[in-house]
Each structure stands twice: as structure tokens, then as C-alpha cells.
């Protein structure tokens, strides 16, 4: 058992699974933060509600485009043996899913380890881009650069051929055209809300056969999200996820191995605010309205 008095599946870096039964889970967003593979100390008040309350927002907006696992984030959907007080506004009841072990990473600017690769080789996952591109950039067209879902240490990014060869190829196949079509359904949204899309990562797992959307959707955690108003190509724009954190880091020295160093408050109070302030431009709600503990 875990912190519910259900059966706990498994605990990550940020989730932790319960199982309610045979076909149903129960996930919760922790608070915990990491950077570098590895989790600190110190928690981000509110942010397992934030990414629950994204993901929720956006499984029940893409439905038409793939099935998700989402049943319900209402608590009081939730079994009693939830204990729905303990877990509201960072819960979702879902649907179990075996999941496919590969990440899928849709690009849309060249950014992050892909502009890193790019400054080393001229490619994006193996894969040639034009002469003279700059940081930040925008693609020719959004792109598909898989890598792998490591259980530990550092995943690897993927070549199509790669990638087809680890789930085989219809699969593959199947899931980049379902990935580039959600990253253009979410990057037009965040556009209508003064938001740039860079870059997002989406899990899918199946159930029945039928390839299902699992996990979480464009939240600060599995996205890199730019204000419009930020953006210059050739440029390191502010972003709503862990910039404070990182930042942060890159003063210290820190060498990226346990232990991880404290975290000062103006850095959680500051990544705080910036996944709220996410949580409230994208889906234009007030994060105060999300489900909360002492409303369940």
C-alpha cells in the first residue's frame, strides 16, 4: 500500500498507480520536481494539480482524434477506498492500458537536444535539416523524433528506422501521423491563447488492440511552452515548466548526480507561479476552480 489504501502498481518521479481493479487505475500527480534524472527535496506546491488539471483539459478536447484512457478526475467518481479528500485536483481514475515503450516527442522548433544535435551534425534525430538554422528556429514542418523510455538513466533518441524496428512498423507508423495530428490540434489552441508549442511528448499504450493516448498531454511536464510575446529565433525564450529550476541550477555548479542541491524559496514560489500561470492561459480557467482537497 501506498499513500491510498489501495494497491500501489508503481511509483515514479512524479506519478504514483493504484490499482482499483482489474481494468481501472488510479493515478496521482505528486509535487515532486526533477531535473537531471534525479528528484529534489523540495516540492512544487500545486503541481501535480496543475499537470491534472492540463492533461484532464486536453483528453476531453481530443477525443475525436484518438481514444484516451481518461474516465473521470471528479473525486467523487473516484471509489471510496481513494480516499477522495487526499487526492483531489491530482487524481485520474483511467482506464488500464498496456503501454507502448516508446517516447513520442513531436518537435515543432529546434530546440533543447535536438538543437544540440543539430549544432554537432546538422540533423535532428539522424535525420538532415537545412544549412544555417538558428536556436529556436521554427521547422519546415513539425517532426516526429521518437527516442527510447528507459525504466533508468537517460533515454535515446530513435531514427524512424529505429523506431519501427522497436514496435513494428504499422504501430509506429500509426503513431507518428496520431502524434503530429494532436501536436497540430494542441499547437493551434496554444496559439489562440498567445502560446508557442515547441515541443511536446505524448505516451500511448493499447487497450483492446486499439492504440490509446495514456499518461498526461501538454502539461508543463511533458511540453515546452513559449508566450508569443517572448519569442526571438536565436534565443533562449522563458518557458512555462522548469526555467527557475534550471536556471537555478546552472549557477551551482552542480554536477547532475545525486544528491540533488536544496532548492532556495523564490525558485519553488517562482516555478510555482509558472506552471499556474500555464495551467490558466491554456485552458483560460482560473486554477482557484480546479478541484481542491478541502472541496471533495
Not at 102 to 131: D, H, K
Not at 159 to 185: H, K, M, N
Not at 199 to 217: A, H, N, Q, R, Y
Amino acid at each position: 500500500m501506498g499513500l491510498l489504501d489501495l494497491p500501489l502498481l508503481r511509483s515514479g518521479k512524479v506519478r504514483e498507480v493504484y490499482v482499483v481493479d482489474a481494468d481501472r487505475l488510479l493515478m496521482v500527480a505528486s509535487d515532486r520536481i526533477s531535473a537531471f534524472d534525479v528528484v529534489f527535496d523540495q516540492p512544487i506546491p500545486d503541481k501535480g494539480r496543475v499537470l491534472t488539471g492540463m492533461s484532464t483539459f486536453w483528453f476531453e478536447r481530443t477525443q475525436g482524434l484518438v481514444a484516451n484512457h481518461l474516465i473521470s478526475s471528479d473525486p467523487t467518481d473516484f471509489p471510496p477506498t481513494a480516499e477522495p479528500s487526499k487526492v483531489a485536483g491530482r487524481a485520474m481514475l483511467v482506464r488500464a492500458a498496456e503501454p507502448v515503450m516508446m517516447e513520442c516527442i513531436v518537435r515543432g522548433y529546434l530546440f533543447g537536444s535536438a538543437w544540440s544535435e543539430y549544432q554537432r551534425s546538422g540533423t535532428m534525430n539522424g535525420q538532415p535539416l537545412p544549412e544555417g538554422m538558428r536556436q529556436a528556429e521554427l521547422l519546415p514542418s513539425p517532426v516526429f523524433t521518437p527516442s527510447t523510455k528507459a525504466e533508468e538513466g537517460h533515454d535515446e533518441a530513435l531514427t524512424p528506422q529505429q523506431g519501427r524496428d522497436l514496435v513494428g512498423a504499422d504501430l509506429y507508423d500509426q503513431i507518428e501521423q496520431t502524434s503530429l495530428a494532436l501536436y497540430e490540434f494542441a499547437r493551434q489552441h496554444a496559439e489562440s491563447k498567445g502560446l508557442i508549442l515547441v515541443d511536446t511528448k505524448f505516451e500511448f499504450g493499447l487497450i483492446d488492440g486499439e492504440l490509446t493516448l495514456i499518461d498526461e498531454m501538454c502539461t508543463p511536464d511533458s511540453s515546452r511552452l513559449w508566450a508569443a510575446e517572448d519569442y526571438e529565433v536565436g534565443t533562449s525564450p522563458p518557458s512555462f515548466d522548469k526555467q527557475y529550476v534550471r536556471d537555478y541550477l546552472s549557477e551551482t555548479g552542480w554536477d547532475k548526480n545525486p544528491p540533488a542541491p536544496a532548492l532556495p524559496d523564490d525558485v519553488v514560489t517562482g516555478t510555482r507561479a509558472r506552471y499556474v500561470e500555464a495551467y490558466e492561459r491554456v485552458t483560460g480557467l482560473s486554477f482557484d476552480d480546479w478541484f481542491a482537497p478541502e472541496r471533495a
